[in-house]
């Protein structure tokens, strides 16, 4: 199985920034794409940026151009550094990763605990 522990968000000023990281535990075989959905009250979890094991990134139109995910292979870890945050980015983060725990298996997804980023106006 594979555990995703998430740092901690926080409350931040509109126009200010935030990283948070994520660092999957466990045994696998391959974790192909890692990254973040968010959820804010009242709506559907989103996607927010995923990044896959070569590199290739994929972003919501709504945060393109001021959150940038990044990916260690060697710490297991994934990264979102977010920029010029604006009140509607409030809501809980989830770090979300996709992969094989074992050969002949399946991919399964793995979710971590969530984290609140809080942008006050």
């Known amino acids: 199985q594979v555990q995703l522990v998430e740092s901690e968000g926080g409350l931040v000023q509109a126009g200010g920034s935030l990283r948070l990281s994520c660092a999957a535990s466990?045994?696998?075989?391959?974790?192909?794409?890692m990254g973040w959905y968010r959820q804010a009250p009242g709506n559907q979890r989103e996607l927010v940026a995923v990044?896959?094991?070569?590199?290739?990134?994929n972003y919501a139109d709504s945060v393109k151009g001021r959150f940038t995910i990044s990916r260690d292979s060697a710490k297991s870890s994934v990264y979102l550094q977010m920029n010029s945050l604006k009140p509607e980015d409030t809501a809980v983060y989830y770090c979300?990763?996709?992969?094989?725990?074992?050969?002949?298996?399946?991919?399964?997804?793995?979710w971590g605990q969530g984290t609140q980023v809080t942008v006050s106006a």
């Open positions: 979300h990763a996709r992969g094989r725990v074992r050969y002949g298996r399946s991919e399964d997804d793995f």
């Open positions: 990044i896959t094991s070569g590199g290739s990134t």
């Open positions: 466990g045994s696998w075989v391959s974790l192909n794409v």
